[in-house]
């Protein structure tokens, strides 16, 4: 943990452990939008998905883990603060997949 207190209520995270929470973040380049407005998308999701749909063009990627358009997949294990119940930080990483070349 980096952190001695919660960010959002002060509490003493050392006193109030903070509990985990596991979510998934998904890093997207939808090669169906238009150039234009083509970005790199970063999806928060509480599980892992079957499928996500674009914000940008409203495409679907299904398999959401293994179509191209979806270029990481990680596992994020949040510090939920046992005061306020706010996210406090990050406890762990891990990579499912990264296909971005370290762009996302």
Do not use: N, W
Request: contains cysteine; proline residues 7%.
């Amino acid at each position: 943990m980096g952190q001695e207190s919660c960010q959002y209520c002060g509490v003493d995270l050392d006193e109030v452990p903070p509990g985990e929470e596991v979510g998934y973040l998904y890093g997207v380049e939808c090669a169906r939008c238009p150039p234009a407005t083509r970005r790199s998308l970063v999806l928060a999701r509480e599980v892992r998905v079957a499928f996500l749909d674009c914000p940008g063009c409203g495409a679907r990627l299904e398999p959401a883990e293994q179509h191209p358009d979806v270029l990481v997949v990680k596992e994020m294990t949040y510090e939920r603060c046992g005061g306020c119940g706010e996210r406090c930080g990050v406890a762990r990483v891990r990579k499912l997949k990264d296909i971005s070349g370290g762009t996302m």
